[in-house]
């Protein structure tokens, strides 16, 4: 069965220090991988999504950045975080599974607050 | 662009039946998703409409009308347990969901 491995689970970091969160997907091979951003009392934000190593789409021009060094391994990272980017970071991965049977599946996430 | 709708809150009974309504304009559709968010959690799939009609599974039916942009889950004999966020989010071109504001709903005895 697929799983997806999100770490770490919190984080609490200052202002203006880097990021690095790790998101890995296991029991799939070339998926579509997913960071979304939700912050208190709202919505879940598209950041980036992925449809193959190396080939990376932003949704959100902001001060972060993702990579996908592998195939079932997506990073999102920042060089000097703000505090608007305290939040619940989530990766996901898209099983397309044809015309009825699309499905995404959620991260346990991470809980980022920035000071 | 994209535009999803729903209720901001809900409340109902235990034992009763809830629905929530989605209504959504997108350039492309491929598909409708509904998810379950607990609070502090990620969202759980519930499922995924692509064609009109409606959907059972269990306690939970989704329903969806493509031509009037419009879907609605329904909740049947809620437990304490459902109270939640209800996620609806629609998947355009390229496979990308576009996530509403959620609802979030309060089951009470």
């Known amino acids: 069965s697929q799983t997806i491995h999100q770490w770490p689970a919190t984080l609490v970091q200052p202002v203006g220090s880097p990021l690095s969160l790790e998101c890995t997907v296991e029991?799939?091979?070339?998926?579509?991988l997913y960071w979304y951003r939700q912050a208190a009392g709202r919505g879940l934000q598209l950041l980036f999504y992925?449809?193959?190593?190396?080939?990376i789409s932003s949704e959100v021009p902001q001060n972060l950045s993702a990579s996908r060094p592998q195939d079932r391994q997506f990073i999102l990272s920042s060089k000097k975080l703000l505090l608007s980017d305290s939040g619940f970071y989530l990766c996901?991965?898209?099983?397309?599974?044809?015309?009825?049977?699309?499905?995404?599946?959620f991260g346990p996430g991470t809980r980022l607050t920035v000071l | 662009g994209q535009n999803i709708d729903q209720p901001t809150e809900m409340t109902a009974t235990e034992g009763a039946i809830v629905q929530i309504n989605c209504t959504y304009q997108?350039?492309?559709?491929?598909?409708l998703f509904w998810y379950q968010q607990h609070a502090g959690e990620a969202p759980t799939f519930l499922s995924y409409?692509?064609?009109?009609g409606l959907e059972e599974k269990g306690r939970f039916s989704s329903f969806l009308s493509r031509s009037k942009g419009y879907s609605y889950l329904l909740l049947k004999e809620l437990q304490m347990k459902d109270s939640a966020s209800y996620l609806c989010?629609?998947?355009?071109?390229?496979?990308?969901?576009?996530f509403g504001r959620g609802t979030s709903l309060i089951v009470h005895p």
């Open positions: 996901a991965w898209m099983s397309l599974g044809g015309a009825r049977t699309d499905t995404q599946y």
């Open positions: 029991g799939t091979s070339n998926p579509n």
């Open positions: 992925s449809v193959g190593i190396g080939q």
């Open positions: 997108t350039s492309g559709f491929n598909g």
């Open positions: 409409n692509v064609l009109d």
């Open positions: 989010a629609v998947e355009g071109g390229s496979y990308i969901p576009t």
